[in-house]
């Protein structure tokens, strides 16, 4: 199993079910020269503990488990469905 599919099992199987119980979850939004880019989503993606979430939860997990992976880092793109759903709203308005 390659390593990106080895990331998203653990944030499904290890990571979300922690982050459930604040009404959140986490998404890899990318992957390149074995660092992955990590989305908090639900309550824990407006969170301003966000980026103790990926250090002290996301990160640890995944790189105890994957010792290959360099580093784990918080997307704070804005995602495409809030952007079109911004859009929806705007267009009504106008």
Known sequence: MCLEKKIQQLLEE???????NHFGGATLTGFENNVAKVRLTGACGSCPSA???I???????????LPELNDV??????????????????????
């Open 14 to 20: 290890k990571v979300n079910p922690l982050l459930a």
């Open 51 to 53: 980026q103790f979430t």
């Open 55 to 65: 250090e002290d939860v996301v990160k640890t997990i995944l790189m105890e488990a």
């Open 73 to 94: 880092i918080l997307d704070t793109s804005v995602s495409d469905d809030l952007i079109d759903m911004a859009k929806k709203i705007l267009h009504k308005q106008l």
